[in-house]
């Protein structure tokens, strides 16, 4: 039996986006967060970057902790840099 991570890897992320602006965009985004790696930083959120794109956050800075597809986030570029400029 296969872990629903599995299952949500081998859906294409493309699939996924398609539920941007409709009623299942914070359960898509969810899955997406639980199911690949992302960088988490504890008080600011969870990311999930690919290929330099933000894909899925839950941001506490700007959408009070709403899970949400592809965000216009100003600040994450800023805050992710910033996190790995200092190592």
Do not use: T
């Amino acid at each position: 039996m296969h872990d629903i991570k599995d299952i949500a890897r081998g859906i294409p992320l493309s699939l996924f986006l398609q539920f941007k602006d409709s009623e299942l965009e914070p359960s898509a985004a969810k899955l997406l967060l639980y199911a690949y790696p992302v960088i988490e930083i504890p008080s600011l959120g969870e990311y999930l970057i690919d290929h330099g794109v933000l894909v899925a956050a839950k941001c506490r800075l700007c959408q009070g902790e709403r899970a949400e597809l592809l965000p216009k986030c100003n600040l994450w570029q800023r805050i992710i840099e910033g996190r790995f400029s200092k190592s």
